[in-house]
């Protein structure tokens, strides 16, 4: 009978095997595994969201696309067929040169928008320009004057002109009452205030040879602006010799009634104006505005010169120009003579008025006429 004994080895053995084995490896400390702990309480933490995700997925905001991504789109040939206006097919489009270039298509629509939009601008601003043009009064006539000048041989100087309402005319417009001539009242109506007067600056020409001189306008109750006219010597010599000049103005008037069936105040534009005046060098006035009266004229300075005396005229600024004067302003009719606005108050212009308003022949005149002499120059 045999007898099989099966040798079991101890636990020793085992771990002293396994301590010759860990030493023979020779495995630093720090290159152990961790130690798992196994805790089905503590779930593990969940990681911090990419940057880069899309920003529905990140913030859970709005819905995923509605497109997937592994549909592709339609055949271009579904759209092969399609014909534009003039008979063009959509593959003639795409397979031109400058359009299939690098860029054509953004080229193109970049072109179309940049065109749109200057067209845009154009119109905006022409429709604006328009509408400002005829809801605004126009700008008044230069207003820069020249420095008062020095005293100077005449006829240099600062002067006042002292005048009289002679005459109005208002047949250009089919509204008498919107032509109106200050201060209203002529001299055979009321000779007490009848009386107007001018401020004007006469400076000379550097280096003028003859003599050459300019006229400007200072504020004056009729705001007649201008500068630096060149005034014209005529008839020198004569007993009529005087300077003239002429230009044009914005005349605005309020009419004394309602025109037409607007029942508003009006204002009214007499655009273009003639404006002239004669300044005498030998007539006397036989009239001033102290008195309303004819006057003497011996308060005018003597002078056998022609128009520029050599000797120096002693007077104060705006001292009153010691001859005759011929002022006077006019215009003929026509379209948009007058034009006028509503004027509402604390409002400012309102809409345009033409009820009652008819143009009228260029040959028909309006006009005022200031003189400071009685008699006619012959």
Known sequence: MAFIFTMRSQP?????????LASNLDVPEDHHLSVIMENADDPPPIPPKA??????RRFQLGNPPQHEHDVPPPPYSAYAGIIGPNGEKLNDVRNNKYIARRG???????????????LVGLIVGLVVGLKHKNSSPPPAANSTSPGPPPNGPFPLGSWTYETFLDTITTNCT????????YPYSTLSSDPSTTGASFQWLIHSVPNSNPPAYTISST??????MFSSIPLTLLDAGSPSERYTFSTHINIVTIPTQSIGSDPHTAQCYFN???FTAELYTKKTK?????????????????????????????????APWPYAVNVQYSIGGGNDVPTCYQLLNGAGQGSRVTDG???????DMCGCRYRNYLTEVQ
């Open 12 to 20: 020793g053995a085992s771990r002293s095997r396994s301590s010759t």
């Open 51 to 56: 940057a880069h995700r899309p920003a529905f």
């Open 104 to 118: 054509g298509w953004k080229r193109v629509c970049l072109v179309f928008f940049v065109v749109v939009a200057v």
């Open 174 to 181: 089919s509204q008498a009452s919107t032509w109106r001539c």
């Open 219 to 224: 504020s004056n109750p009729f705001s007649f």
């Open 272 to 274: 273009g104006t003639t």
């Open 286 to 318: 036989d009239w001033t505005v102290a008195n309303g009266t004819s006057a003497a004229s011996g308060s005018a300075p003597t002078s056998t010169s022609t128009a520029a005396p050599s000797s120096t005229t002693t007077k104060g600024p705006y």
């Open 357 to 363: 308003l008819m143009p009228e022949p260029s040959g």
